[in-house]
């Protein structure tokens, strides 16, 4: 076991209060904290990368989910990836760098068993909150296993300039879809999809979603990967052809809400059409990981995936950072550099 020299505190931020609506600064603190000793088995992440993903808003509100509400007073949490600077872990050295969950701070006490060793020269340690990460896998899982993907597919994803979003689209492609959907919200995030290799794009700020759908997919389509939820989930129920299948990742439209949102009004026609509709959460398929990371590292090596990132300097605008990707300002993922 090797140690180093070590930092007695940290700068972490805090929930300060529970977000009503869409969150504020007032929501977050920053704040500093002691580190506390090693234990046996643990070790000490200088964390240089850190994840913002929309699924935070949920964990900001105390109510049941799939995943523990996060703690007032307490620090917040997400992928993080960094430098290992002390360790008591007969597994994990010092130098060897890893990603976690102890995010939104500047150094983590890490348990050996909840860090996994990443390899920085296959790719840089952002992409193992990215493409490489969760929302990678987000990605193939809710292709792949939830929708039943079939080459030859038509396939619609909303959120499409997003790090899930724009991963689902080009898996799809990668795997034979004869045409890939996206819809996003700005004039420049559908130019990057048509670089991306989306064979058609439009811009729902500009007109109705489901016009516009009709417009990109005149014979319907197979697949609805869904992001947003509200109108963009009506669009796609009404343009589903028989047996269609939507995979329910996320509903971003309606994350700040502070009212119960309408469902789509058209929900009847799943059962002339004969859909499937299905949520999923990516941590009950991990099995998969492995068989991603394969074709993932291949297709970023050959160029046929690409991880668009957009960043952000500083633990102390990690908050904004996070408020801005709730307002879609970011192409492809979010990341807090530290």
Known sequence: MATTETPTETRQIVLASRPHGTPTDENFRLETAAIPTLKSGQILVQNEVMSVDPYMRGRMNDTKSYIPPFQIDEPLQGAAAGTVIASESE??????????????????????????????????????????????????????????????????????????????????????????????????????????????????????VSESLQKAAPDGIDVYYDNV??????????????????????????????????????????????????????????????????????????????ADETFRDGLENAPQAFIDLLGGANTGKMVVRL
């Open 229 to 306: 939820g509200g109108d963009h989930l009506q669009a796609a129920i009404g343009a589903l052809r028989k047996y269609g299948r939507v995979a329910m990742c996320g509903a971003v439209s309606q994350y700040n809400a502070t009212e119960p949102e309408p469902g789509p009004n058209n929900l009847f026609l799943a059962v002339g059409k004969e859909l499937n509709l299905r949520g999923f959460i990516v941590g009950n398929h991990y099995d998969l990981a492995e068989e991603f990371h394969k074709h993932a590292i291949e297709w970023l090596q050959d160029g046929t995936l690409q």
């Open 91 to 208: 597994k994990i050295k010092v130098g060897d760098h890893v990603s976690h969950q102890l995010g939104w701070r500047e150094f983590a006490v890490v348990d050996d068993a909840a860090a996994t060793v990443i390899d920085v020269e296959a790719a840089s340690a952002s992409k193992y909150l990215g493409i490489l990460g969760m929302p990678g896998l987000t990605a193939y899982v809710g292709l792949t296993e939830i929708a039943k993907f079939k080459q030859g597919d038509v396939v619609f994803v909303s959120g499409a300039a997003g790090a899930v979003g724009s991963a689902v689209g080009q898996i799809a492609k990668a795997l034979g879809a004869s045409t890939v959907i996206g819809s996003a919200g700005s004039v420049e995030k559908i130019a990057r999809l048509k670089e991306l290799g989306f064979d058609e794009a439009f811009n729902y700020k500009e007109g109705d």
